[in-house]
């Protein structure tokens, strides 16, 4: 994977583009939530380690009213594997530890089986000025409880299905393997000097991701059917209904004594186009061939990294991307490409940076491409001189998709023709650890050109290199 620093692209990297709710990287209630990198330790036998990391996820239905979640789990490759419904009444709340689920445990996280009757000193109406402004209306009734929902027959709940457990965790360790790299035409044009992701892995730990979406009735579909995306009101599955807040907590206990969380992603639905805006690149339509009305994720991504022995500390970017760059090949099927599926930039923290603009670096005794250190859809990678070129042991890191990259005076290294034209978008996420402490962060979106793209904006504001995220003042042709 080709790393560039060319001084000639001096990025324009000041202010913040004024985005509206639509299209923003914001936490709002949204109609999908996605939780971009789930993991879960594993034993010497293949089992969930109970004294391992684990990850907890929460959904929680700001509404009033009940809703069904649909909830699909997708391996490293964006392959679907496993799917399950979960009805939450208004105001509820589903934390699941993933650890249960690939244990087949349904039942340790399960929604309740039967309405819940309030009793004294509980109500199940909450504070007249609460969220639905139940006073201020002239008085709603009171929450809808699951057995609102009449869509769904028998199920959920799941219950124990620890039968299951096995083929669940077959599923989702299929894709965790080594991988070989192509070398972008030439095996053996890689860089020595630095290790390739996904060389070396293996079914421990089990990572993967998970989507969710507010639906109108129970299926048994996956996001990648057609059927799916019906919005017919009374017969169709998916729904505009932005309702849904989400969070993830990675947990790993002592010895390691670790804890980050982060926000879910946020992924906002309308079916109404802003006056003169184009249509839109949405998430999940690389997936089908339809219109989901999803908002679409960033281009290019920010975040603060730190490795120092001295200190103790050190870092790992989760990236999340709706692309993967395996089985692509050129020389060996089923291997990663190594043709250039992103940049990326590294400054420290007296702006020094380096620069790779030939192969061998000039001056520096190492030779041959970059390997591709995000080969799949959801990957956590150290950030250290073992995977990338840092100038310091601080400083930031810029990563930029393809379609953030200049359309003139720049040499696109993305030379695998299966890979031109995607529409990339993702997500990262940045761990910070200090000793047996840790942290986590999002990183800051620098653009989001399927948004703010060539043609969509003021000329001079296209979200490439360049131009990224950058804002005069002006506006916008449609914004």
């Given amino acids: 994977m080709k790393k560039v620093i060319i001084l000639s692209l001096a990025l324009a990297l000041v202010g913040g583009m004024a985005y509206a709710n639509w299209c923003a990287r914001d936490n709002v209630p949204a109609a999908t939530l996605l939780f971009p990198y789930i993991t879960v330790d594993t034993d010497l036998a293949g089992l969930p380690d109970p004294t391992g990391q684990t990850t907890l996820t929460g959904i929680t239905n700001v509404s009033s009213n009940a809703v069904i979640v649909h909830i699909t789990v997708w391996d490293i490759l964006s392959v679907p594997q496993v799917d399950f419904d979960e009805i939450l009444s208004g105001y509820d709340v589903l934390q699941i530890n993933w650890r249960d689920f690939l244990n087949g445990r349904f039942d340790m996280f399960d929604t309740a089986a039967t309405a819940f009757t309030a009793a004294s000193p509980y109500t199940f109406d909450p504070f007249e000025f609460g969220p639905d402004g139940r006073a201020q209306l002239g008085g709603l009734t009171a929450p809808q409880n699951r057995t609102a929902i009449t869509t769904c027959g028998t199920v959920p709940p799941y219950g124990n299905r620890s039968d299951l457990a096995a083929q669940i965790r077959l599923l989702l ?92 992603v946020h992924i906002e639905a309308s079916n109404v186009q802003a006056t003169g805006e184009p249509a839109l690149v949405s998430f999940y339509e690389e997936k089908v061939a339809v219109e989901t009305n999803r908002e679409p994720l960033g281009t290019a991504f920010a975040f603060r990294y730190g490795n120092s022995v001295a200190d103790n500390t050190t870092s790992n970017v989760i990236l999340w991307k709706n692309f993967n760059e395996v089985g692509v090949p050129i020389t060996t099927a089923g291997s990663i490409s190594d043709c250039g599926a992103y940049l990326y930039y590294a400054w420290d923290n007296d702006e020094r940076s380096l620069s790779r603009v030939t192969a061998p670096i000039s001056g520096l005794p190492t030779g041959g491409n970059d390997p591709n250190q995000f080969p799949f859809e959801t990957q956590k990678v150290p950030v250290n001189n073992s995977y990338f070129d840092l100038p310091g042991t601080y400083g930031w890191m810029l990563i930029v998709l393809p379609p953030s990259y200049p359309v003139t005076g720049f040499v696109d290294p993305t030379t695998n023709a299966t890979l031109l034209g995607r529409n990339y978008m993702g997500w990262a996420g940045m761990q910070f650890v200090y000793g047996t402490y840790s942290a986590g962060i999002e990183a800051a979106t620098m653009a989001n050109y399927h948004c703010f793209g060539a043609g969509q904006v003021t000329t001079g504001f296209e979200q490439q290199l360049r131009s990224l995220n950058t804002y005069n003042g002006s506006l916008i042709t449609y914004r």
């Fill in 173 to 264: 360790t299929g894709a965790l393997k080594a991988y070989t790299h192509d070398g972008c035409t030439a095996p053996g044009a890689l860089r020595t000097d630095l290790a390739k992701y996904g060389a070396t892995l293996t079914a421990s730990p089990i990572f993967f991701y998970v989507t969710v979406d507010v639906v109108q009735r129970c299926n048994l579909l996956f996001p990648n059917a057609v059927a799916y995306w019906d919005f017919a009101p009374t017969t169709g599955i998916a729904t505009y209904n932005n309702v849904l807040i989400g969070d993830t907590i990675y947990v790993k206990p002592a010895p390691a004594n670790l804890s980050e969380m982060f926000p879910a």
